[in-house]
Every structure is written in C-alpha cells, then in structure tokens.
C-alpha cells in the first residue's frame, strides 16, 4: 500500500471508529449503561482488528469486515471482534441441551440494549445524511440472517428496532432504559 494510501485509510479508519464509538457511549450513557460505554468496541483498537480495517478502509460508507471477507474468504478482524465483544448476538452461542448441538441463547438484556446502541450507531455512521430512524430496522429486514440468533432475542430486537422506527430515537431510548435493561415484559406496539 502505498504510503498516502495507508494514511488516508489509517486516519478515516480511525475516524469511523471513533465516531461510531463515541455515538455508542452517548446512547449508553442516557439509558444508564456507563461501563459498557466507555468499554463498547475496545478490541478494534487492537492489532489484529485495527490493521484489517485499515487495509480494507470503504472510506466510512460500509465495513471493512464486508471488504475483507470479499477479498480473503473471511475476515480475520471480526471472528477477533465477534468473540470478545458481547453484545454481538453471535458471541452468544452455546452448546444447547438436550440436543447437544452449538446454536444461539438468548442474551441478557444489558448487552441487548448495547447491541441496539450499536446498530443504531452503525447505521448513523455508515449512512451519514441518508440515516433516519428506520434504517437500523430496514437494516435487520434486509440484511440479517436470523437464524444465528436466538429467537427470543431477534423477537426483542425487531420489537426495539419497530419502536425506534416508528416513535423516534428519544421513545426507543426511554423504553430500553425502562424496560429492556430490567427485563420487565414488553408492552404490545401501537399498530401502524
């Protein structure tokens, strides 16, 4: 890579990254979620994250994991990330009795708040001026193999993502805080 090459996407890499990060930890912080804030996303600050990402930099408009995978057959910097970061919903899988058989379980609930502050976040960064609060949802309809993830946690998810899309970011935020986080039983949504 040519060196004005590798500081371009070294410092748009890192920008991305902090954005993203920084958008996190204020979503986190207003639901109550301080440590997970701070801590959201460390591991791509490390070698084995940070150097694919520069290297597969999509100047901050899509995922450098998505760039990898395409040239390589997978990417190395998110099996890192996947499994050191728990409010990815592949971190939680297990192997599931009786059946004896890897699959999902369901994740608690404070990482699954993380998780929405994540997509949320993701959808800001990557889209910029396009986002609008049903992208994270559209995203999930789109692009998301729900197989992977349990059930009751998808259910959860598409529930928060609904509400996000339909009564705005400041309603889904109050709801994740009120309810989400402690676990209390979810209202049924207003039709649309």
């Not at 890897?102 to 959808?123: I, N, Q």
């Not at 993502?161 to 935020?173: C, F, I, K, N």
Request: proline share 7%; with cysteine.
């Amino acid at each position: 890579m040519k060196p004005g090459k590798f500081f371009h996407n070294f410092f748009g890499h890192l920008h991305t990254i902090n954005t993203h990060k920084l958008e996190v930890m204020k979503n986190c912080f207003r639901v109550g979620l301080y440590k997970q804030g701070l801590l959201h996303d460390l591991s791509k600050y490390s070698f084995s994250e940070f150097i694919p990402g520069v290297k597969y930099y999509q100047d901050g408009n899509r995922s450098p994991n998505n760039a990898q995978r395409e040239a390589e057959g997978c990417s190395t910097a998110w099996l890192h990330h996947k499994g050191r970061n728990k409010h990815h919903y592949e971190y939680w899988t297990d192997l599931c009795i009786p059946a004896k058989v890897y699959g999902p379980v369901p994740m608690p609930p404070r990482y699954l708040a993380e998780m929405v502050m994540d997509r949320v976040a993701a959808c800001k960064v990557y889209l910029g001026t396009q986002y609008h609060d049903g992208a994270a949802l559209d995203y999930f309809n789109t692009a998301h193999d729900t197989t992977l993830m349990h059930p009751e946690t998808g259910e959860k998810l598409r529930y928060i993502l609904t509400l996000l899309a339909q009564a705005g970011e400041q309603a889904m935020l109050a709801f994740v805080r009120d309810y989400v986080i402690p676990d209390r039983p979810y209202p049924p949504l207003a039709e649309k």
